[in-house]
């Protein structure tokens, strides 16, 4: 499995972003976001089941950010609305092949290089 993030980026408070994780070799499970900020350990932002509804979502970003998924291009979203200067971080893709993963980091067996967002 390989995944490869893009969208980070620089964005003013109050604008958005979104983030796009392509996953090749990867046919069934759990696909998740999650953000190391400064100085802070990793943390999980949203997770999705493949090819189903089932989602989750930090409750910091509850109600800003929205995962997705489009199957047929094995692809990820992240869409970040109402960005605040506390977003600011290393954004990373990961996967946790044949399993509901949620947010659990050690379920995650592929990471993506990670991709860098500043909210200023």
């Known amino acids: 499995v390989q995944l490869v993030e893009s969208g980070g980026g620089s964005a003013q408070p109050g604008e958005s972003l979104r983030l796009t994780c392509v996953a090749s070799?990867?046919?069934?499970?759990?696909m998740g976001w999650f953000r190391q900020a400064p100085g802070k350990a990793r943390e999980g932002v949203a997770s999705?089941?493949?090819?189903?509804?089932?989602?989750m979502v930090a409750h910091f970003a509850t109600g800003r950010f929205t995962i997705s998924q489009d199957i047929s291009k094995k692809t990820t979203y992240l869409q970040m609305n109402s960005l605040e200067p506390d977003n600011t971080g290393v954004y990373y893709c990961?996967?946790?092949?044949?399993?509901?993963?949620?947010?659990?980091?050690?379920?995650?067996?592929?990471w993506g290089q990670g991709t860098q967002v500043t909210v200023s």
């Open positions: 070799g990867l046919t069934d499970g759990t």
């Open positions: 999705v089941y493949l090819g189903t509804s089932l989602r």
């Open positions: 990961a996967a946790s092949p044949g399993q509901w993963a949620e947010l659990n980091q050690r379920s995650y067996t592929y």
